[in-house]
């Protein structure tokens, strides 16, 4: 019996991040009220409040969900793979056309900032990003591509400069014209990354 209530709340919660996922990417936090959120997902507005607490808390389940899912696409890029240097390159490629998919221009890089706080947005990238990165840095200095240097720094310059070109390319008028100048300056900046070992 305990079994089957932990299958319905775990439905339940999924209904209403799936609906909210679709609604919001489709019209924005702010345009989305609750009570169609809940009528989407075919539950009450109690359940809402009983699994969330509120629209917020909602939504930030949903941008946790997308990064989970940003951070598990590049993870399998980046695995297993001979090259480090230019699989980094090519991991960067594919997080810029990741950036330009309308529904991660929306929550991920355009609500979520607003919606959750600044302080709160970057923690929750981290949570997920952050991870990848770090390991791609150990990868490069275990291979004497990149200076032995305290990687949790690092990690966290890198994750503020991948996040700021996505910013870049979610925020232009034309995402497709202004992403290869980002992916340019950011293979130049990789580039004198992995070549600056110095033992």
Not at 42 to 65: I, S, W
Request: glycine share 6%; charged share 25%; aromatic share 6%.
């Amino acid at each position: 019996m305990r079994r089957t209530q932990q299958d319905r709340s775990a439905a339940t919660k999924a209904a209403l991040i799936a609906a909210a996922r679709e609604l919001f990417a489709a019209r924005g936090y702010a345009d989305v009220p609750a009570d169609e959120i809940v009528k989407a997902a075919g539950v009450t507005r109690g359940a809402l409040y009983h699994h969330f607490d509120d629209k917020q808390k909602l939504f930030r389940a949903v941008v946790e969900q997308l990064e989970a899912e940003i951070t598990a696409e590049l993870r399998e890029l980046v695995a297993g793979a001979p090259d480090i240097a230019t699989v980094t390159l090519a991991a960067l490629s594919a997080y810029l056309d990741i950036c330009g998919r309308p529904e991660v221009r929306r929550l991920a890089l355009t609500d979520a900032p607003t919606v959750l706080g600044w302080k709160e947005w970057r923690a929750l990238q981290a949570d997920h990003g952050l991870g990848l990165i770090a390991d791609i840095l150990r990868r490069a200095m275990d291979e004497n591509l990149v200076a032995r240097q305290r990687v949790d720094v690092l990690a966290q310059l890198v994750l503020s400069t991948v996040t700021e070109a996505g910013l870049i390319v979610a925020s232009a008028d034309d995402p497709a014209a202004v992403r290869p100048e980002v992916e340019r300056s950011l293979g130049l900046f990789f580039s004198a990354l992995f070549a600056g070992q110095s033992g």
